[in-house]
């Protein structure tokens, strides 16, 4: 994998880990328990993908920097957002979006250099994108952000979409990624700030 | 796999696919979120069981006429459910007896091809039929239909056990699969209509 | 696997199966459903543990006895447990314990035999431990386990370094073996006697 989608790689991990750290602290878990939320947040969807495709040992067993940014997004988590105890209302959801920005794109462009289909790419954007926030709210008892009205999977699958149409298209892979990541990026930060969503699909409840 | 089991297999998506899909218009998802409920609950027993055995990439990863279908089926649920907004009461639990019916047996089949022992072929037909049922009522933040007292993982118990005796003593694959199937299917849609429901193990909440 | 351990691994199958089917007692479900919670408690954990290693077929699918260790002990348990209909309070926190010890001990064991890392190690020990337990809270809609302010992932971390450290250390197997179980069981135990808790990472709800 090129240097550059690596580090993007690990940025969305510290951003996952960040979300997962968050949700714990407002279930006062303990540190090892904060480990664990943040961990199945991070390495969550990307596993899944991983056992899917049958890429194993799952990356962060072949790769032990996975963890470690894990162990130290939590560990500067614990040091420094203890003491004001107020984190702003939107901060989880927006470390949240970054990291389902990037790991759509980098689940997706690892698809394609397995040299699946575009389709399966944007479900393998998908799950590596929303996978881990699922188990992390799963596991906390919330509803899970892809059942909120609000835009969510939506943005996930535009910017696999986005993505793949890119490579496609013959744009340079720095090119598709930003165009890819920004999109979802801003699709998702403009359905939290605007609580915009699609037309629901609604049946009454019998 | 022969032709006919092939289009079963199918036939199940497409079930599972909408119960999914009716399962998110009681929440009142967006279309894409409908889509990801529904792709859950249609693919996701057969995934675990994939990813168990081994066979990877899982199934839907090799065949993209599984997703096809799924989406297929979305589009028309979308389309044609949306009016009425009212599905009578058993729609959603009668669509989900033939998913379960019908992923139970493939999934006894496809353990069998592989040369698995009948008990695993019986854990296997449970897998795939039960498995994307809970993900999506856990998702729906509903009691799993596996934990209600009505019969249900006996429903796909008992299918898988028929299959493998009858494949055991050389029925020929058809009948075997009829068989099976429709015993299953009679047993859990009988459970809904008369609520029937085996003596509980109960223990005092202490 | 050498005997003995291959003997603690159904031991532990055993009294996780155990803890599954209490749980199972105190949703009054039937003898089927009894099974499946008995099941993805005691083969959850590992089986996600191979999944994610690549050692598939996972260890159940290749060793029958674990189902048959399952069977029993659920046959068992709705025989004998049933009549007082009254289970001692702490009998099910105890029994997780048990297998909490013995999982992470023989999930470290796996995966320092695959000449993986002592982090990794660590890891697998947690997954296989606390998967399981996690996996039943979440089907019977309990607060899991780990997300209690007691003390749960810590005593399977710390059984997972200790059995690390040990075997890096050059004790024997058997030795490493009882000091990590013996560990995590005794910090365990006493979390539930004493309510022990770590310092909770705590953020205000906003």
Redesign the interface.
């Known amino acids: 994998m090129k240097e550059w989608i690596y580090f993007f790689d690990l940025c969305g991990t510290a951003v996952f880990a960040l979300s997962g750290?968050?949700a714990?602290?407002?279930?006062?878990?303990?540190?090892?328990?904060?480990?664990?939320l943040a961990?199945v947040t991070a390495i969550g969807g990307g596993?899944i993908r991983?056992?899917?495709?049958?890429t194993?040992?799952?990356f962060w067993?072949r790769d032990?920097n996975y963890?470690i940014v894990i162990l130290a997004t939590v560990l500067l988590?614990?040091i420094f957002?203890?003491r004001p105890?107020?984190?702003?209302?939107y901060t989880l959801p927006v470390a949240d979006a970054f990291g389902l920005a990037l790991f759509t794109v980098i689940g997706a462009e690892k698809a394609l250099n397995l040299g699946?289909?575009g389709?399966?790419a944007v479900?393998m954007g998908?799950i590596t994108g929303?996978g881990g926030g699922?188990i992390r709210d799963?596991?906390?008892?919330q509803?899970?952000m892809?059942?909120r009205?609000e835009?969510?999977?939506?943005a996930s699958?535009f910017g696999g979409i986005g993505y793949t149409c890119a490579i496609t298209w013959g744009l340079a892979d720095k090119v598709a990624l930003a165009l890819a990541m920004i999109s979802a990026l801003v699709i998702r930060l403009a359905a939290i700030k605007w609580h915009l969503?699609?037309?629901?699909?609604?049946?009454?409840?019998?």
């Open positions: 750290a968050l714990a602290g407002r279930h006062r878990m303990d540190p090892f328990g904060v480990i664990v961990s596993s991983d056992a899917l495709l049958g194993t040992p799952v067993i032990p963890i988590a614990l957002i203890r105890k107020k984190v702003p209302q699946l289909s389709m399966i479900v998908l929303v699922i799963i596991l906390c008892r509803i899970p892809i059942l009205t835009i969510y999977a939506t699958i969503r699609l037309p629901a699909f609604e049946l009454k409840k019998t």
